[in-house]
């Protein structure tokens, strides 16, 4: 039997702020429902109240006409409900099997027979995964796809996504796509929340629209267009443009890698005689299959990891053996894909996140003190400046939604005019105005002679805004294309190692 969940008047509000107001959702079995919105549109609040992760303060939630309202997730998720997270809600210091099996009651557990199933769903799935590894040691893209595994692990009838191909790449997308597809031809109930537009058309039966916590539009999605998505999201059209927009203006080297060779975390090479060159005032995409060398080579070029074999130059400096703070002296700045646990403090105040780069700027010190009102008064420039919605400064950085969180950190990465900019996912789960106020951030930098790397799992973003976009395919360069010259198809044959 088909499972609908249904919520209905649902208000939920966070002190003064009104995070959903009156919001009624219905996502019936054998469809796709996507829900898209602004950063902040309360879309995730909804999510959460579905699940049961928070009480709502009015409304109803109800699976199959059965109130769970208020319940914790395992009450959500004993009625079918399954959850796949944003941001992970993975144990790290756990392996992947382990996290399966994570709220099972002890006399339960079968840890042969759970990592059998994990290798039969990953399988099936076509999402390879150990079922062995160690969560923490994964990379962020890897670690999203476990997070969708355990959904179909616990063979949910109710499926929630949110923003599950942030960290994709374009053929892990398709193949997510057409799993969720499958779902829905077996009946399942899918409700998909993502900021990729595309992607929506592609895969929903309806779009729901919120914004500032309301339902402003809904409509069958044969009965709508992405323009008239954006309309509604954000109150007016926003273009999206194909290849940089900003003129290069190509100078001299700003970031050279030459004969790189990095170590796998666990055993053999992550990357192998890897080399490419970044220009002052150019924009130079990565394009990789997650597990490529993609995440090694951001964690060689910001210092997070050793390197074994070959040299880094940054800004005419040797940097290879550098740590952190000597990429950062060298002028490189650094934008993670894991904003959470790696871009911001989230129990720090957004003064504190972005006062980060201030402290060792002899600018804001009088002898072995801080001027902290001068450094209280650039935070709050940058705050105007990068268009941060947030009260106060003194506001901790969790408490803001991913996008604001993502102009924390540009604030933070880039205040001091970077020579070399390493943008990792750098538009994972923002929202159309967000995205472009960042593509807008980096456009400027690159105009002023920055030069920048974006690894990006999503290939029409790096066609969006690369000038030079190179392939990586088990560690190795599989090929360099001008921005001009690539098409989606081309990229994908390289990416696995089809060209």
């Known amino acids: 039997m088909a499972s609908t969940l249904s919520l209905s008047g649902i208000t ?18 054998g469809s796709v429902h996507a829900l898209v919105g602004e950063n902040g549109a309360g879309k995730s609040t909804l999510m959460k109240i579905a699940y049961g992760l928070h009480r709502p303060d009015a409304g109803e939630v109800l699976v199959d006409d059965v109130a769970i309202t208020g319940q914790p997730p395992r009450t959500a998720r004993s009625h079918g409900v399954g959850m796949v997270h944003q941001h992970f809600s993975l144990a790290a210091s756990m392996t992947v099997t382990e996290n399966m099996l994570l709220g099972e009651p002890s006399w339960r557990l079968d840890f042969d027979e759970a990592r059998r199933r994990v290798r039969a769903i990953s399988e099936r799935y076509r999402m390879p995964v150990d079922p062995d590894a160690v969560v923490g040691n994964l990379p962020v893209s890897i670690q ?42 077996d009946g399942k109930a899918v409700l998909f929340i993502s900021h990729k537009l595309p992607e929506v058309m592609a895969i929903a039966d309806e779009v729901t629209v919120m914004r500032r916590g309301r339902v402003v539009h809904r409509a069958a999605a044969d009965q709508t267009d992405e323009a008239d998505l954006v309309r509604h999201m954000v109150g007016d059209f926003v273009s999206h443009r194909h290849g940089s927009s900003v003129p290069s203006r190509r100078g001299s080297a700003a970031l050279e890698v030459d004969g790189l060779v990095v170590d ?59 740590d952190v703070a000597g990429h950062r002296a060298g002028g490189v700045a650094h934008m993670p894909a894991d904003r959470l646990h790696e871009g911001i403090n989230r129990e720090r105040s957004v003064f504190d996140n972005i006062a980060l780069r201030l402290y060792r700027d002899p600018e804001y010190r009088r002898g072995l003190f801080l001027r902290r009102g001068a450094m209280q008064r650039r935070v709050q420039e940058l705050v105007e400046e990068y268009s941060i919605r947030v009260p106060s400064a003194a506001v901790p950085a969790g408490a803001l939604s991913g996008g604001n969180q993502q102009r924390v950190i540009a604030a933070r990465e880039l205040l001091d005019q970077p020579g070399v900019v390493i943008a990792e996912e750098p538009t994972w789960g923002l929202d159309v105005q967000a995205a472009e106020f960042l593509y807008g951030q980096l456009a400027s930098l690159k105009e002023r002679g920055a030069g920048i790397l974006v690894v990006s799992s999503d290939l029409d973003e790096l066609l969006e805004i690369a000038d030079t976009i190179v392939v990586l395919y088990r560690g190795r360069v599989a090929g360099t294309v001008p921005a001009e010259e690539a098409t989606v198809e081309r990229l994908g044959a390289m990416m696995t190692g089809a060209a």
């Not at 063979?155 to 193949?175: K, N, Y």
């Open 144 to 185: 999203q796809r476990v997070e969708i595994l355990r959904a179909f692990f616990n063979e949910a009838g109710i499926l929630i996504f949110d923003e599950p191909t942030s960290v994709l790449s374009h053929h892990e997308t398709q193949e997510l796509l057409a799993r969720i597809d499958e779902f829905r031809r």
């Open 12 to 29: 939920k509000r966070f002190g003064s702020v009104l995070a959903n107001d009156d919001v009624s959702l219905e996502v019936r079995g």
């Open 264 to 322: 796998a975390p666990e055993s053999g090479t992550a990357l192998d005689d890897v080399a490419l060159t970044v220009r002052s005032g150019e924009v130079v995409g990565i394009a990789a299959i997650a597990g490529n060398g993609q995440t090694e080579l951001v964690r060689a070029l910001t210092g997070l990891a050793p390197v074994r074999a070959g040299s880094v130059r940054a800004n005419g400096v040797e940097v290879t053996h550098l």
